[in-house]
């Protein structure tokens, strides 16, 4: 895995966007969530919950998009996020 800072409650929503996708695709999903990660932040960056939705928007293909935005949103410390 990718060395990232994870603040607030990133890391809960990191492993529970990936519980969102297929198990036949969580590891692409999890490399890919980790690139899209990386350009956002920088490898070793802080990573916060509004990264993690970021990525996920720009990595998750658009039938899956919806589920993995619902799957996190619980583990949200600001729902908000998602409106953004």
Known sequence: MAEFNWLENSRAVFDESLK?????????SKKNLE???????GE???VREADIVQA??????APFLALGLKT??????DPSILDG
């Not at 899209?36 to 932040?41: E, R």
């Not at 996920?56 to 293909?61: E, G, L, M, S």
């Not at 996190?72 to 410390?77: F, K, M, N, S, V």
Request: net charge positive.
């Open 20 to 28: 969102a996708a297929p198990a036949p695709f969580r590891g692409v």
């Open 35 to 41: 690139k899209g990660l990386a350009k956002i932040v």
């Open 44 to 46: 070793g960056g802080d």
């Open 56 to 61: 996920i928007k720009a990595t998750t293909p």
């Open 72 to 77: 996190i949103g619980p583990h949200l410390t």
